[in-house]
């Protein structure tokens, strides 16, 4: 469910800017073959893109006993938020079902018009004359037209015209593809602004190939405006009568915008890149931290020259030294000067022994976060003060563990016991 919400969310997105780019820059333009182009491919980035995200790499290191978690981590459910997520998943698919059932049974209708007026088989396309329908449209390759309308001899050949260029131009494939997305988005205005603004389009094509065939712009504009719009047709036809036909008569008579224009739809290049930085997801890689720091011995300088009563005190010291890492300590002249020195507390990582010249290092375990009565605190996966760094409203599951469950997993760590939080997906 989450993933479909998600999928719906990038796929408004995309198709708002599409739309937004549209509706701004090229509504009101001539170049009417670019914005059909322009149109369907954001119909086709609305649908495909949604699929792709971009990951970027982010290197995490971590503390060994942490990397491998228990398992038997039981989430925690909300059967309230369940109920209404279930909901809105059934009223989804019945909407999309809805619609496309439409879709058939206006097929069916327009089939069985077909079967009982029959047709005529002429060049590219099918012509239907019947009384069914008050107003003349195409769907795929037939061409219905009112058989009882009263219209001249000249306005039959221009809308007959107007049809045909619906079919040669193939406007079905857009209207298909829209008519799939507005099932998948039925919720959504924008969906359905689009359908508008894609189906407006296809009557401005099917005006300017009627006027290039050297009809009398005059004379088709009169036909437009006299032609009356009957009842509604299948959602898959294109009417010769559909949409503002004063819009229509307005964009016949505007002259024709300049290419330029047509560099305003850069603006998606920008726009696409927010898309995807908005929704890009880390790809973490994560990498064992080292126990403890390697040590290093340095050569001893000669004092060979020291007095014996400092060589007498060096042994001493020497003698006493502990061992490193289950290491014996190493053998070490007898003629050496060495002072022990302490860090600050507030870098207590290290004791240094040290003399004027060399250094002896031996690594402390570092200082956890536990006190020694508080139990350990694992977020998913990394070790924190306290429950309180996490929101309840984000936590998905907590798992306790006690006793030799807690000791075996982390050491003498969690001998107080170990909570196991695990953070809700984002």
């Known amino acids: 469910m989450e993933q479909l919400i998600t999928y719906l969310l990038k796929s408004t997105l995309c198709i708002a800017v599409f739309s937004g780019i549209y509706w701004c820059f090229l509504k009101n333009e001539t170049f009417y073959k670019f914005n059909r182009y322009f149109l369907l491919c954001g ?39 369940n109920f209404w997520l279930y909901v809105a998943l059934i009223t989804y698919m019945l909407g999309i079902c809805f619609l496309i059932a439409r879709h058939f049974i206006g097929l069916g209708r327009i089939k069985g018009m077909i079967r009982k ?33 009263e219209t001249s001899e000249i306005e039959r050949k221009l809308i007959l015209e107007h049809e045909l260029a619906h079919v040669k131009q193939q406007h079905w494939i857009d209207l298909l593809v829209v008519q799939l997305f507005c099932a998948l988005h039925w919720f959504n205005p924008l969906s359905w602004l689009y359908l508008h603004a894609i189906k407006q389009n296809h009557e401005f094509l099917a005006d300017t190939a009627v ?36 819009k229509r008569v307005r964009m016949m008579m505007k002259p024709a915008s ?9 603006i998606l290049l920008p726009a696409l890149s927010v898309f995807f930085w908005a929704f890009a997801e880390p790809d973490f890689i994560i ?44 053998a070490v002249q007898v003629r050496q000067e060495i002072a022990i020195t302490k860090l600050p507390d507030e870098h207590k990582t290290n004791t240094v022994l040290q003399d004027t010249t060399n250094l002896i290092e031996r ?17 998913d996966g990394v070790e ?7 929101s309840p409203n984000d936590i998905e599951s907590i798992t306790v563990l006690k006793n030799e469950s807690a000791t075996t997993n982390y050491g003498e760590r969690g001998k107080n016991g170990v909570i196991l939080i695990v953070s809700k997906p984002k």
């Open 211 to 246: 006027l290039d065939r050297g009809n009398s712009a005059a004379i088709y504009r009169a036909a437009l405006i006299n032609h009356s719009l009957g009842t509604p047709v299948f959602a898959l036809a294109s009417s010769f009568s559909h949409y503002d036909k004063l």
């Open 117 to 149: 007026y029959g047709y005529t088989s002429l060049e590219g396309y099918k012509l239907v004359k019947t009384p069914a329908f008050k107003t003349s449209f195409s769907v795929f390759n037939y061409i219905i037209i009112d058989s009882s309308a």
């Open 363 to 379: 690594p402390l375990p570092l200082k956890t976060i536990n006190s020694t009565t508080q139990p350990l605190y694992i977020l």
């Open 287 to 330: 990498a064992a931290a080292q126990k403890s720091a390697e040590i290093q011995y340095k050569p001893l300088r000669d004092t060979s020259k020291l007095s014996p009563v400092l060589k007498t005190s060096q042994h001493k010291k020497t003698a006493d030294l502990p061992a490193v890492e289950n290491k014996p300590a190493p």
């Open 384 to 390: 924190v003060a306290s429950v309180n760094v996490i």
């Open 258 to 266: 300049s290419s330029m224009k047509k560099l305003t739809t850069l």
């Open 43 to 81: 119909l086709l980035c609305a649908m495909a893109l949604p699929f792709y995200t971009y990951t970027y790499t982010v290197n995490v290191q971590a503390s060994p006993d942490v990397l491998s978690l228990p398992q038997g981590v039981m989430p925690i459910e909300d059967k309230d938020s």
